[in-house]
């Protein structure tokens, strides 16, 4: 016997299909093969839920989830346009049975998200050349998720504020949209918690209750390389949250392409959206998220001489994780050293990172310094040199700043692989004599190495 809910929901898709129609929004063909057949299960105040009768029919009424949804506010079932969720037949079953698993257990601790720690957001992510675009794209995301880019792929060497602009983006949405489900987790954890749901018979439940979120946010993903059942489990996730324009936003240390150890498909769904790059800061930047540090740590920038935090900014400016250990460090010799002074002098200054800046005294130059130079030599960034890229323009920029730090800073070889992504010392010293061999044999060679060095003593 049908019951009123069922004959309500009846009667509503009924309503919506006959709108769509004497408005002309739908070829009678498709009404007759995809919509008739296909009947609404749940009608709320935030979702609607249709099941169609196969993929071909889901995947044709998914491209017109808007008007469906607009139907919706124009028939007065909706206030505003709401999110309409596909799913088969087939899959009712197990959403039904999902439906009637313990609240208890759809929150374990194993399914939880991770904490996002609400002091990362945008408002305090310091702005510069260096991380405009990729700030631009996280911010268009928070203000409407699943509208734009899907996923949201940002790349950068570690400490550059990549988790930063993560969480400011689940910070964003929490406070804006209080009714959208926000998840963070890092890719470690997410294999944690597929082993774990795997064990505990719940592997069901966990891709239910992940299917369930508004915002996904994934940090690290190069970790889940090599981890095949987790593979399956977030593509499984993955697709089913795009298919329902959910929001994705995944960050690494490279881009999707470069990954090594992730499968195919999960890397081409990657690069189906929008990947941006954070680079290194320059040196203004640095300086602006060496003052705002400082002011978060409770100091006052007047309590530092300004030519100190020149100091600092010109030579750790490699990421911000770098400019925190300096400042602390800075802190911790000026309590020792001038502990009735009201400000902190360059000299402790130069004394507290005497032994930490990689700096020559000769030239005043630094690893940044050099890849910076030459990277805009060859109208490139940061994270191309220091990346995986294999070109030839790349790879010879990449082989000349490992030369020039070598040359002109007296580095050692395991130092300079570390400036350049951690890079094994025997790639250094193959890089270093194989630019010294072509000096001699290729004058453009010659001439470009002459040319950067002059725009470094300049």
Request: aromatic letters at 8%; charged letters at 25%.
């Amino acid at each position: 016997m049908t019951n009123s809910k069922d004959q309500y929901l009846a009667e509503v898709w009924s309503r919506i299909l006959e709108y769509l129609m004497n408005n002309g929004k739908l070829d009678p063909t498709l009404m007759e093969t995809f919509y008739r057949p296909s009947y609404l299960e749940e009608l709320t105040s935030t979702k609607a839920v249709v099941v169609t009768h196969n993929i071909i029919a889901r995947q044709i009424m998914i491209q017109n989830t808007d008007m469906i949804s607009a139907a919706l506010v124009d028939l007065h079932y909706a206030d505003t346009m709401i999110p309409v969720e596909f799913i088969q037949e087939s899959d009712l079953e197990q959403l039904l049975k999902t439906k009637n698993i313990n609240p208890v257990d759809m929150m374990d601790e194993e399914f939880e998200s991770m904490p996002i720690n609400p002091d990362y957001t945008f408002d305090n992510f310091v702005v510069g050349d260096c991380n405009r675009e990729s700030r631009e794209a996280a911010l268009a995301c928070a203000v409407n998720p699943g509208k734009y880019f899907n996923p949201l792929f940002i790349f950068g060497n570690s400490g550059l504020g990549k988790t930063h602009l993560l969480m400011s983006i689940g910070n964003y949405v929490k406070k804006n949209y209080p009714d959208k489900n926000v998840y963070y987790i890092e890719s470690l954890k997410f294999v944690d918690k597929v082993v774990k749901a795997i064990q505990n018979n719940k592997i069901d439940a966990f891709k239910q209750y992940m299917c369930s979120m508004d915002l996904l946010l994934v940090d690290d993903i190069q970790f889940l390389a090599g981890k095949e059942k987790s593979h399956e489990i977030f593509f499984s996730i993955y697709n089913e949250l795009v298919n329902n324009h959910k929001q994705i936003c995944i960050v690494s240390d490279r881009q999707p392409k470069e990954i090594k150890g992730l499968e195919e498909r999960l890397i081409t769904r990657f690069a189906s959206g929008l990947s941006v790059g954070i680079d290194s800061p320059e040196f203004e930047t640095s300086k602006a998220i060496l003052q705002m540090k400082i002011k978060n740590s409770g100091n006052d920038i007047d309590e530092v001489e300004d030519e100190g935090l020149t100091y600092i900014a010109s030579n750790f400016s490699g990421n911000v994780r770098d400019l925190e250990g300096a400042w602390n460090r800075v802190l911790f010799y000026a309590i020792m050293d001038q502990p009735n002074d009201s400000v902190i002098r360059f000299e402790t200054i130069v004394r507290a990172l005497r032994n930490q800046a990689v700096i020559s005294d000769k030239t005043g130059l630094s690893p940044n310094k050099i890849i910076k130079t030459v990277a805009e030599y060859y109208n490139l960034n940061r994270q191309q040199i220091t990346g995986k890229n294999r070109t030839k323009i790349i790879s010879n920029a990449r082989h000349i700043s490992i030369y020039l730090c070598r040359k002109l800073l007296d580095l050692s070889y395991s130092r300079i692989g570390d400036e350049f992504g951690g890079r094994d010392h025997t790639t250094v010293i193959s890089a270093c004599a194989k630019v010294e061999k072509q000096i001699q044999s290729d004058r453009s060679m010659s001439a470009a190495v002459n040319e950067i060095e002059k725009l470094l003593s300049a």
